[in-house]
């Protein structure tokens, strides 16, 4: 009886869908401004107001390393249909994680936005996230599907970072730079900056670095 009313329960939990993007491998290793992927994964998926969860992963190993001087990531998944009007506007929650499957950002509610060619979407533009350098492995997004009866027939998901210094960079975890060397070089920038603005808060740039041991 108790497995009974288990299984019984079990339809309640979320199981979230993969939808997995791949990097160009000419594109790794290079620090982007903004990027673009796109999906087929949800292709066929037909908008009928189910409540659905995506897990956003990035193909063979790939790592997406958020720099943010600002401490926030924009970020888009937009979903085209076959629509040829606007196919319904829907809001959700989201959050990143790395590679371990750890939480990388806070959770937050979505911004939810729909297009009259046929598209619609969930997004946040200032995204927090919990490191000023994280290797972001992928994004966890609940939220419900529009009730229009149009089919889903492609998925974009977007990264913008915000601020002029902001960037995001791709690779593997062997191929790019261990965080510790990231953090040298990112406060010797703003060093270097501070230095030669004449602020005067060079001295407090150093005192503040602390190596990792």
């Known amino acids: 009886m108790k497995l009974a009313l288990l299984l019984l329960l079990l339809p309640a939990c979320a199981f979230a869908t993969p939808v997995v993007f791949t990097v160009d491998p000419s594109q790794t290793g290079i620090l982007h401004k903004s990027f673009t992927l796109t999906s087929p994964d949800i292709n066929g998926v ?34 085209q249909t076959n629509a040829t009007v606007a196919p319904g506007f829907t809001v959700g929650t989201v959050y990143a994680v790395d590679r371990f499957g750890n939480r990388v950002s806070e959770i937050m509610t979505t911004a939810g936005g729909m297009g009259s060619n046929g598209t619609f979407g969930v997004g946040h533009p200032f995204l927090p ?25 492609g998925a974009t998901w977007r990264f913008t970072p915000r601020s002029p210094q902001d960037a995001v960079e791709f690779g593997t975890a062997a191929q790019l730079p261990e965080i510790g060397s990231v953090w040298l070089v990112a406060f010797g920038l703003i060093l270097l900056k501070s230095v030669n603005s004449g602020k005067g808060y060079g001295k407090a740039c150093i005192s503040a670095y602390k190596p990792e041991s």
């Open 46 to 79: 037909v908008l009928n107001g189910q409540a659905i969860t995506l897990d956003l992963a990035l193909a063979n190993d790939v790592l997406a390393r958020v720099h943010t001087v600002a401490g926030v990531l924009g970020f888009s998944l937009t979903i």
């Open 129 to 153: 996230m919990l490191s000023p350098v994280t290797d972001l492995a992928g994004m966890h997004l609940e939220f419900g599907m529009p009730d229009t009866g149009y089919t889903v027939t």
